[in-house]
């Protein structure tokens, strides 16, 4: 069975930083891609960034300079690093890795950005 449980989130003037933590198990840690997603009210889900178990990264255009993603080794733990947050960064982020063509989702966490 695939866990993901998400940390972090929270809410945060506009220009100010947080750091999504997202932990799962050695197997799916050190055999698949995993990502980080977010979804705004009354919108699509959207990538936000992807790591390969080499650490090859990418990034949705709208981040890409502001947020980075990274694996912590020790922890089976990726995490999502955002600075310069604007409050369209808002949304209920998502981590999310596909195994065997199936998509799995951790819980979901809010980070809201005020202006």
């Known amino acids: 069975q695939v866990q993901l449980v998400e940390s972090g989130g929270g809410l945060v003037q506009a220009g100010g930083s947080l750091r999504l933590s997202c932990a799962t198990s050695r197997n799916i840690f050190s055999r698949y891609t995993m990502g980080w997603y977010r979804q705004a009210p009354g919108k699509q889900r959207e990538l936000v960034a992807l790591?390969?178990?080499?650490?090859?990264?990418n990034y949705a255009d709208s981040v890409k300079g502001r947020f980075t993603i990274f694996r912590d080794n020790a922890n089976y733990t990726v995490a999502l690093q955002m600075n310069s947050l604007k409050p369209e960064d808002t949304a209920v982020y998502y981590c999310n890795t596909n195994v065997g063509s199936r998509n799995f989702w951790g819980q979901g966490t809010q980070v809201t950005v005020s202006s």
């Open positions: 790591i390969t178990i080499t650490s090859i990264t």
